[in-house]
């Protein structure tokens, strides 16, 4: 089958879609199918378009055994701008559906989602060239942006309520991450049968255990340090505050540090209020190359998740993975009913405690402190799990079944 790929971001950008779909991609055209890509020119890393592809409307290039075609988009200067965020989707929406009408015959459109506005562009494509299109949801919009106060405006919530509810009705299926988001697409009336769970995975040959004491540990002077450490955009909806406040609680442990690694929204007002705070165990460093992931998480003794109050039903953080994938143990502040505290209960990784607690979280990270075998054991049990159920060989199989599965009903049609 000939499957086209609609993607805002894909490598060799660092962002958590780019990487899972380049993933998914390789190991679809490993089981059989051809996968042809339309993405947007890199540009998430130094937010703005990458020096080798500025000035081009459309550049052709070969990943693997995949055709990947970039288009234009334009790339605000803040990623904090409402306006200048919805340009940026708006104009990916509009190339990327100019070079799908231009790039020749395919049997079925996968289009993951962030933005909203991809499955739109699947729809519009889907129906000038007859074929299905299957809308996987990687994060709930515009459930999210409401609950983080980013869209407030009652006028433009309706609209992308109605925008979510068409593209749910027009997609042949539709696949979601966990049971938590099946649950709220139910709850909105889209009907059972096309909902399929259909989670994030690792490549367990690349995010594998390495030793602690590494070249990483090195290069930043942690060597005899117990590192707790949070890697991933540094944005609203992680509450980072919480990690502040959880190190001036336990600046009583002279050889811990708190270390956040990544770049984001919030960054710079956190720097400022962790400097503001007088702290001396929290460490800022910028976004790794990805080929540093394993290397970067196995440096750590512990790797934290904090989300918001109310956010974790709507958000399961792919991080999850890779920190179970390199074998160390997991604190995630999140709410009880999330598929993030199912599946941290189910496999023995780690602690869970309630968001945005920051004395709770101190007390987790004193406790696995205090008890490093047990943190192993964690690490050991997160590592066994995550390559049982969570890889990318058995989430492409089934990709592929659904795939072949809309095609023969819409043949059947």
Request: positive net charge; glycine residues 8%.
């Amino acid at each position: 089958m000939r499957i086209l790929m609609l993607s805002t971001y894909f490598r060799p950008e660092s962002a958590t879609n780019a990487i899972l779909m380049t993933l998914l991609g390789e190991e679809l055209t490993r089981q059989g199918h051809e996968v042809v890509v339309i993405t947007g020119m890199p540009h998430y890393d130094q937010n703005r378009i990458w020096p080798a592809y500025r000035g081009k409307l459309w550049t052709r290039e070969q990943i693997g055994s995949m055709r990947v075609h970039r288009v234009y988009l334009y790339v605000p200067s803040k990623k904090t701008s409402f306006w200048g965020r919805l340009l940026n989707y708006l104009s990916f929406n509009l190339t990327s559906g100019i070079a799908g009408l231009l790039i020749g015959r395919f049997d079925a459109i996968l289009a993951p989602s962030p933005p909203l506005t991809n499955g739109i562009t699947a729809w519009a494509l889907s129906r000038i060239k007859g074929v299905p299109f299957i809308y996987n949801v990687q994060d709930i919009y515009p459930d999210v942006a409401v609950r983080l106060g980013v869209l407030k405006n009652r006028t433009a919530i309706r609209f992308f309520e109605w925008m979510e509810r068409f593209v749910y009705r027009k997609a042949a299926a539709v696949s979601v991450i966990s049971d938590c988001f099946k649950a709220n697409l139910l709850r909105k009336g889209v009907p059972e049968q096309k909902v399929e769970v259909i989670p994030n995975f690792i490549d367990q040959s690349f995010v594998r255990p390495l030793p602690r004491q590494n070249a990483f540990r090195t290069e930043h002077g942690l060597e005899d340090k117990f590192v707790a450490l949070f890697a991933g955009n540094v944005g609203l909806s992680q509450g980072l505050e919480t990690l502040l406040e959880a190190a001036l609680c336990l600046q009583n442990l002279p050889d811990l540090r708190i270390l956040i690694v990544g770049d984001g929204a919030s960054k710079e007002a956190l720097v400022n209020r962790a400097k503001t705070m007088g702290l001396h165990n929290v460490i800022f460093l910028p976004l790794q190359p990805y080929e540093r992931v394993p290397e970067l998480y196995s440096a750590a003794d512990v790797g934290l998740i904090p989300l918001r109050k109310g956010l974790t039903e709507d958000s399961v953080p792919s991080k999850l993975f890779t920190i179970m994938g390199v074998g160390r143990p997991v604190i995630a502040g999140v709410d009880p009913e999330s598929d993030t505290h199912r599946v941290i209960q189910r496999a023995g990784c780690g602690l869970c405690i309630p968001p945005e607690d920051a004395k709770a979280l101190a007390s987790a990270l004193q406790a696995l402190y205090e008890n490093r075998p047990l943190a192993d054991e964690m690490g050991r049990a997160g590592r066994d799990y995550v390559v049982q159920h969570f890889t990318c060989h058995e989430v492409a199989r089934r990709y592929g079944a659904l795939f072949e599965r809309v095609q023969s009903q819409r043949s059947a049609h």
